[in-house]
């Protein structure tokens, strides 16, 4: 992929304007599935998502990314997207003003229904495996991506923004979380995976975690694979797999744990 322009940084944005896509080489099929990422480093997109499955599956269409650069809708002499927090304090705020123009920018024609609309934040509500096939049955998400201190309270209140955490931990940046979250969204689309893996037994799709692999060779530093995997017996596999699955669950895991049992129960 050629490295992105950096001219946008200097683009103004009128209303008449399009801001141009930063990913012009890749195919844009209509009713794929797609994420427009609001952040001020476009640049730092398709990073991890451009390799691999969902390198593959972007130059074939069969997902799309549209990066958008938040400073695009910064006015003024300085463009400022940032400035110092009400009240005082370290570090500097994205200002509303600009952040909401982006967000009306990305979200124009879209229906929240099928179209979430992110802000990725370690305030927001843990992600999910439950999250990611909800967000690949819409027909595209908004992701925003924040920076420094974080967004303007306002804007996230005004627009109605879903906050999406990746975990207990603070990152410099939104960029790392949204590209998790659209990863982990884009392998279950249709045909993304291909044949290469099976979405339906990993680990959370059926509420445990999934069990051990292994492969060639039979013997490595005096460890064999367990017998019953190379009995040929299918019943006996998938047996062994499930006591695997539940047993990894249960020492690892006590709260996915207590959830699963709960199910269960709930089916009989
Ligand atoms: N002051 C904020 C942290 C800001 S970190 C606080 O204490 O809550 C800067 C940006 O990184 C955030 O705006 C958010 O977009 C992103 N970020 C940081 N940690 C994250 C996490 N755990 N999950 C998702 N996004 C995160």
Redesign the pocket.
């Known amino acids: 992929m050629p490295s992105p322009s950096k001219s946008h940084g200097r683009l103004s944005i009128e209303a008449s304007r399009t801001p141009r896509t930063l990913m012009p080489d890749t195919p844009e099929l209509a009713g794929a599935w797609k994420a427009k990422v609001l952040t001020l480093y476009p640049e730092m997109f398709p990073g991890v998502l451009g390799h691999s499955l969902t390198g593959r599956a972007l130059q074939e269409g069969l997902w799309a990314l549209e990066p958008i650069d938040i400073r695009m809708f910064a006015r003024g002499k300085h463009r400022n997207v940032d400035d110092t927090p009400a009240g005082g304090g370290a570090g500097m705020v994205l200002r509303a003003d600009v952040v909401g123009r982006a967000i009306d920018f990305a979200d124009k024609g879209h229906d929240r229904a099928d179209w979430p609309l992110v802000?990725?934040?370690?305030?927001?509500v843990p992600f999910t495996q439950a999250m990611a096939q909800r967000f690949s049955k819409a027909r595209g998400i908004t992701l925003l991506?924040?920076?420094?201190?974080?967004?303007d309270e306002r804007v996230l209140e005004a627009r109605q923004v879903e906050e999406v955490?990746?975990?207990d931990?603070?990152?410099?940046?939104?960029e790392i979380?949204a590209q998790a979250v659209i990863d982990a969204t884009a392998r279950l689309l249709p045909k993304v995976l291909g044949n290469a893996e099976s979405t339906e037994e990993e680990s959370f799709s059926n509420g445990l975690l999934e069990h051990p692999h292994y492969t060639r060779p039979a013997e490595w530093e005096g460890r064999t694979i367990p017998e019953v995997l190379t009995s040929g017996h299918h019943g006996k596999v998938a047996a062994w797999r499930q006591a695997q699955s539940e047993a990894m669950t249960k020492a690892r895991r006590p709260d996915l744990w207590a959830a699963y049992q709960k199910a269960e129960e709930g089916k009989r």
């Open positions: 802000y990725l934040s370690p305030r927001g991506c924040g920076r420094f201190e974080g967004v955490s990746l975990g931990f603070v990152l410099t940046g939104g979380a």
